[in-house]
């Protein structure tokens, strides 16, 4: 029977079993997709977030990110994803690169993708890159909730650089 079905009627199948969480029909779905049609980039997005979040499989899941922004980099939706990754596996070169392209392409949410820049010069305690990186994010966001963790997260690295100044003072002065 899924012989009759075009490429996006089971993208669409597949995607609405993630929504329900039926992990395995979806990825069996996303695969096929990818067999027939190896350069459908939506396919690799979903794949990608698949790998990511439920299987844990960080290599496949940049390949996939990787894959979908090569064929498709107008595509805004992966951006947010892929650097999220990047960022957590601590790769600053690229996700730099990938915050970069991202922060031009239509339909982005520039707030998220300053907010993870933020984060990936907090964690290289960068921290005047990652105040200006959560300020930035600041001016773009639109949400509440976004705009209070946003100023969370520029409190905490205040807090930081207070706490390694005080740190760096105590080690020079004894």
Not at 10 to 34: E, F, P, R, S
Not at 41 to 62: P, S
Not at 155 to 171: G, I, P, T
Request: contains cysteine; proline residues 2%.
């Amino acid at each position: 029977m899924d012989i009759y079905l075009t490429i996006e009627e089971k993208y669409l199948k597949a995607v609405d079993h993630l929504n329900y969480g039926k992990i395995t029909k979806a990825l069996k779905l996303l695969n096929a997709i990818i067999a027939d049609e190896p350069f459908y980039a939506r396919a690799h997005y979903q794949l990608g977030k698949l790998y990511y979040y439920e299987i844990n499989d960080y290599q496949a899941a940049g390949y996939h990110f990787k894959t979908c922004v090569e064929l498709e980099p107008s595509f805004p939706d992966v951006y947010y994803y892929y650097l999220h990754l990047l960022v957590f596996l601590r790769m600053e070169k690229l996700a730099y690169q990938i915050g970069q392209k991202a922060l031009v392409v239509p339909g982005v949410n520039i707030a998220s993708i300053y907010n993870q820049l933020g984060l990936m010069a907090e964690r290289k305690k960068e921290w005047n890159n990652a105040v200006e990186a959560y300020r930035k994010a600041f001016l773009e966001t639109t949400y509440k909730t976004e705009k209070d963790n946003i100023e969370e997260s520029i409190e905490r690295v205040k807090a930081k650089k207070h706490q390694a100044k005080k740190y760096n003072y105590e080690l020079l002065s004894n």
